[in-house]
């Protein structure tokens, strides 16, 4: 069955759904009260759905919820996600009953414990995704409340929102598609929109970096939203491991072929859902394009990234606001000690985890890339300018390597480092700028 039937399917079951309910509950079609606000009516249909048997009925009311939802505000949405997590919670005798159940009886009470304990917000989560287009509005639902933290109240309807969408994107689900120059125009536009690292401009400025033989485009799709990426990456086709972003992105370079290439530098990543966030997929996407360009062009022999520090000048303005203030006046001047606080950043810099506080270094080296090398001037654009005093880093992902360096990790905080970085380390501990011999 096509999707257009698939869709029309499901209306029409809400439609059904709906009639059934204006024959037994007219009551439920009579105009609301004038006392009853937006957001009593939310939670009226969130009790009903839970409590409905009807699949045909379920959808309708799935579906009515949804639209009310879109209608409401700012306001009332919190208001709704505060009430699910304190009125919609598991039911407190009967899990205090498993519980001593499971103590007396041990793991073959496990099943009744594990249902006792589901609070009844995540089976309207689920019952939600039966109305047409309910993924898609469950993943912008928790947009909306990944905005709302720090509102106190609101942290238990995100948890259980977020359990449910890392089962339904995990990477069974996902497909990966090839975005080219040919691709619908609809799906071209949502490139242009989501690019999150290096703005596109225009069409011609997204043509260069799809249409050329030396450039790809790759992004994972779900199957309950088909037309819209997920993620996608950007790839050059080089002959070198790329030092700036200018160079690479450059409207006059000449597309290299494909037998000539040995490097490909996966140069910007965008998550295009940020209801999704913290739902990591991003480093199968990057293995599974590395391993199906390794089969497509057996001369590469590398596979890097041309990075951005997006944290870096606020970390060094925290540490060093006189540097900082300098590099932003004459970066060149500050050349080695910014460099020297470059690798302290990624090195030293860690969070309450143990991990770098850089985010894309934690993506990176998580995947179990290496740290390879530092860019002066990698970026000149304002933004990198401003995010950075310039530089972009590669982090270069070794195929046999990765699940060894991935390990040491996840399990030790251990960051792998390539020879231009310890060649860098060793001239700035011979100048006057001094590093600790460890990093060496």
């Given amino acids: 069955m096509d999707r257009t039937s698939l869709t029309e399917l499901l209306q029409g079951f809400s439609r059904q759904g709906r009639e059934l309910l204006r024959k037994h509950l007219p009551f439920a079609f009579e105009p609301a009260a004038p006392a009853l606000s937006r957001v009593d009516a939310l939670c009226g249909m969130a009790r009903d759905l839970i409590s409905n048997r009807g699949e045909a009925s379920g959808v309708a009311i799935a579906t009515d919820l949804l639209r009310s939802y879109d209608a409401a505000d700012k306001d009332e949405r919190a208001e709704f996600f505060l009430a ?6 598991p039911d407190r005798t009967t899990l205090d009953a498993a519980w001593a159940k499971f103590q007396a009886e041990g793991w073959a009470a496990h099943p009744a414990l594990a249902s006792a304990i589901e609070a009844p917000r995540q089976e309207l989560f689920r019952r939600l995704n039966l109305a047409p287009g309910g993924t898609a509005a469950l993943v912008r639902m928790r947009e909306d409340l990944l905005g709302m933290r720090g509102q106190p109240g609101v942290a238990l309807a995100e948890a259980d929102l977020a359990h ?9 689900f996902l497909s990966m598609r090839a975005i080219s120059w040919s691709s619908p125009a609809s799906l071209l536009e949502r490139v242009i929109r989501y690019e999150a ?5 225009d069409w011609t400025d997204l043509r260069s970096r799809l249409d050329p033989p030396d450039r790809r485009c790759y992004a994972f799709f779900h199957p309950a939203i088909p037309d819209d990426p997920l993620i996608f990456v950007e790839v050059a086709l080089t002959r070198e491991v790329p030092g700036s972003i200018q160079a690479l992105l450059a409207p006059d370079r000449v597309p290299l072929a494909n037998a000539d290439a040995t490097t490909a530098v996966f140069y910007s990543i965008s998550n295009c859902q940020p209801g999704l966030r913290g739902i990591s997929f991003g ?7 590395a391993t199906d360009l390794k089969r497509e062009i057996p001369t590469l022999e590398r596979f890097v990234t041309l990075s951005p520090i997006p944290g870096f000048m606020g970390w060094l303005r925290d540490r060093d606001a006189e540097l900082a203030g300098q590099a932003g006046a004459d970066a060149e001047a500050q050349r080695g000690q910014l460099l020297a606080q470059a690798v302290r950043y990624f090195l030293d810099a ?6 770098p506080i850089d985010p894309v270094a934690r993506f ?3 995947n179990g890339a290496r740290l390879e090398r530092l860019n002066w001037m990698g970026d000149t654009s304002p933004k990198g300018l401003r995010q950075s005093a310039g530089m972009m880093v590669n982090y270069l992902y070794d195929l046999p390597a990765i699940e060894e360096l991935h390990e040491r990790f996840a399990n030790h905080g251990s960051i792998a480092t390539g020879k231009p ?19 060496g």
Avoid: C, P, Y
């Fill in 84 to 89: 699910l997590s304190r009125d919609f919670n």
């Fill in 164 to 172: 449910l969408l890392q089962s339904w994107f995990n990477r069974g």
């Fill in 197 to 201: 690292v290096h703005d596109i401009r």
């Fill in 283 to 289: 480093h199968f996407l990057i293995k599974q394009v």
């Fill in 350 to 355: 860690k969070n309450g985890e143990g991990r």
């Fill in 364 to 366: 990176h080296l998580g």
């Fill in 421 to 439: 970085i310890r060649q860098l380390i060793s001239s700035l501990n011979a100048g006057d700028t001094k590093l600790m011999e460890r990093h």
